[in-house]
């Protein structure tokens, strides 16, 4: 049986796909609007108090690297832009959906977030922002195992603890597919862009001539990194192998790293702390 026809089996056992919420839908639909402006779409977040204090923790927590505190909505829409705002708020869902369903995931998450965002902004890749959400988001489809597939997830679970895997190992073992495929369908369900959406898809399996290679590399590098730092809980305890192509795309090398490291941590400290720790 091929990947897809796994991957198709698992979907198929989900009987209702996670969806995006209803608010954050009308703000996505507000926002494509020709008319729409930031005052417009400030106002609208800010008549919903319970995703305003969702947008402004995560605007707040390292994910953008904002040097000082975002106060406001209407401070965070002309900070970010549109087209910012609009995987902000896709991601703000994602967070509770992740916190839900796999506790530890959501630190583990923002810290592969932040490094995502170090790196591409250092290394001056476009947008650096939607490599952050791509961060926040790589884990994505542990969440559906967990919230929706709770037999495979046990399964997957269950050979992690006994056989010493890594979670991508005890996937491919008992389902043959990983997290990274049901994420990628999930998100591009959700209409993210390519270019979010397959660095995610392939962010345990690089190679240097895949689309969006740059990206897929940062990603795989990030969520390594947040690995090695100990931060929540991936669902497992072993670190994944660094394939050292994704160094070589991004030009650099392992001396690099460190200084990298030490940059994003730098402005995590508010991970450390507080119920986003536990």
């Known amino acids: 049986m091929n990947e897809e026809t796994q991957l198709r089996k698992i979907v198929s056992k989900i009987v209702r796909l996670p969806a995006l919420p209803d608010n954050v839908l009308a703000l996505q639909r507000l926002i494509r609007s020709p008319e729409t402006t930031a005052e417009t779409v400030g106002r609208a977040i800010a008549r919903d108090q319970a995703l305003s204090a969702q947008v402004l ?97 046990e399964a997957v679970k269950r050979a992690v603890r006994e056989k010493n895997m890594l979670f991508l190992e005890a996937e491919t073992e008992t389902m043959g597919v990983t997290h990274a495929d049901i994420g990628a369908w999930l998100l591009a369900q959700w209409r993210l862009p390519a270019q979010t959406v397959e660095p995610i898809r392939h962010h345990h399996a690089f190679e240097p001539d895949m689309p969006f290679a740059e990206r897929a590399a940062t990603l795989h590098l990030a969520d390594i990194l947040a690995r090695a730092e100990g931060v929540g809980d991936p669902g497992d305890s072993r670190m994944p192998r660094l394939d050292v192509r994704a160094l070589a795309t991004l030009g650099i090398g392992l001396p690099d790293i460190r200084p990298l490291m030490d940059e994003a941590f730098d402005q995590l400290t508010d991970l450390f702390s507080g119920e986003d720790a536990a």
């Open 57 to 153: 923790k995560l605007v707040n927590s390292g994910f953008y690297g904002f040097s000082t505190p975002v106060a406001s909505i209407s401070h965070a829409v002309v900070l970010l832009g549109f087209g910012a705002l609009q995987t902000l708020l896709v991601s703000t869902a994602a967070v509770q959906l992740i916190g839900a369903a796999f506790p530890g995931l959501y630190p583990h998450s923002l810290a592969c977030a932040r490094i995502a965002y170090v790196l591409a902004r250092r290394l001056g890749l476009d947008e650096p922002d939607e490599l952050s959400t791509a961060g926040l988001l790589h884990d994505i489809g542990k969440m559906v195992l967990a919230s929706h597939v709770p037999e495979e997830y």
